[in-house]
Antibody, heavy 122, light 106 residues
Framework: EVQLLESGGGLVQPGGSLRLSCAASGFTFSSYAMSWVRQAPGKGLERVSAISRSGGSTYYADSVKGRFTISRDISKNTLYLQMNSLRAEDTAVYYC???????????????WGQGTLVTVSS | SYELTQPPSVSVSPGQTASITCSGDKWGDKYACWYQQKPGQSPVLVIYQDSKRPSGIPERFSGSNSGNTATLTISGTQAMDEADYYCQAWDTSTVVFGGGTKLTVL
């Protein structure tokens, strides 16, 4: 059974930092691209970052570029999101999401974690 | 940047058919997928590659994609289907989500 378990969220002051983790199990972690998708309170979904299977290629939304860093540790089956210079508008539930079968056309997320809440406030 | 437009809300009576649309330029050139999200829960994939259902998703969920519109159809809608639904596309290496549609079953 595929499981994605996020941790690391919490309350942080503007300008502060947090590191989110996503522990993956139930599939070959190194074989799938992974993403972080966030959802501000009462709002829609936004993919903020993604990383390739090997970790050699990354993507960042303009809204977080230069402030967030995505990484993965294959030996620990864990995905990370280092978030620096946090702003009030970064307040959201952050989900890690697994990309669907690479042999399939299109790009979709077939599994999502339960999410971890990040609140940026003084 | 690529944009996907969904109606904010759709209402349906139990047992009837609900259709949720997602408009985008040249949708037919891209694959659509759909997610269901119930209050306080994570999104769940219900349709991918326009019309395929993941294992465990009921047959009453179906999808289509033509021209500039992708459509999620729920046949014989049940009260448990009340949720927010998001369409999603892949365009020039970017994942794009629609704004979401709240489906009310009343």
């Amino acid at each position: 059974e595929v499981q994605l378990l996020e941790s690391g969220g919490g309350l942080v002051q503007p300008g502060g930092s947090l590191r989110l983790s996503c522990a993956a199990s139930g599939f070959t972690f190194s074989s799938y691209a992974m993403s972080w998708v966030r959802q501000a309170p009462g709002k829609g979904l936004e993919r903020v970052s993604a990383i390739s299977r090997s970790g050699g290629s990354t993507y960042y939304a303009d809204s977080v570029k230069g402030r967030f860093t995505i990484s993965r540790d294959i030996s620990k089956n864990t995905l990370y999101l280092q978030m620096n210079s946090l702003r009030a508008e970064d307040t959201a539930v952050y989900y890690c999401a697994k990309k669907g079968d690479s042999s399939s056309a299109g790009y979709y997320f077939d599994y999502w974690g339960q999410g971890t809440l990040v609140t940026v406030s003084s | 940047s690529y944009e996907l437009t969904q109606p904010p809300s759709v209402s349906v009576s139990p047992g009837q058919t609900a259709s949720i649309t997602c408009s985008g330029d040249k949708w037919g050139d891209k694959y659509a997928c759909w997610y269901q999200q119930k209050p306080g829960q994570s999104p769940v994939l219900v349709i991918y590659q326009d019309s395929k259902r993941p294992s465990g998703i009921p047959e009453r969920f179906s999808g289509s994609n033509s021209g500039n519109t992708a459509t999620l159809t729920i046949s014989g809608t049940q009260a448990m289907d009340e949720a927010d639904y998001y369409c999603q596309a892949w365009d020039t290496s970017t994942v794009v989500f629609g704004g979401g549609t709240k489906l009310t079953v009343l």
